[in-house]
């Protein structure tokens, strides 16, 4: 059975850094692109950054520049780290293995003064 668990998130003031982790199990994420997604309140889900397998990666243009997304294969774990952050960036965080309906229950981020 796969099981997410995102954590790291809370509140933080505009400028702020956060780093988002995601934990599996039930799944080896180095054998798989992993995604993050979010979702703000009243909004959909959007996409936000992608590592494949080789440690390619790509971001949405309202998060490149400020966000990476990383992985460490000896914990299992995806990370997503969070600089710059804006209010426009407050959302439940989740990730996910790309062309699996796996999701966790995220984690919630918010930016607020």
């Known amino acids: 059975q796969v099981q997410l668990v995102e954590s790291g998130g809370g509140l933080v003031q505009p400028g702020g850094s956060l780093r988002l982790s995601c934990a599996a199990s039930?799944?080896?994420?180095?054998?798989?692109?992993m995604a993050w997604y979010r979702q703000a309140p009243g909004k959909e889900r959007e996409y936000v950054a992608t590592i494949t397998t080789d440690g390619s990666t790509n971001y949405a243009n309202s998060v490149k520049g400020r966000f990476t997304i990383s992985r460490d294969n000896t914990k299992n774990t995806v990370y997503l780290q969070m600089n710059s952050l804006k209010p426009e960036d407050t959302a439940v965080y989740y990730c996910?293995?790309?062309?699996?309906?796996?999701w966790g229950k995220g984690t919630l981020v918010t930016v607020s003064s």
């Open positions: 996910r293995p790309s062309g699996m309906n796996y």
């Open positions: 039930g799944i080896i994420l180095s054998m798989n692109t």
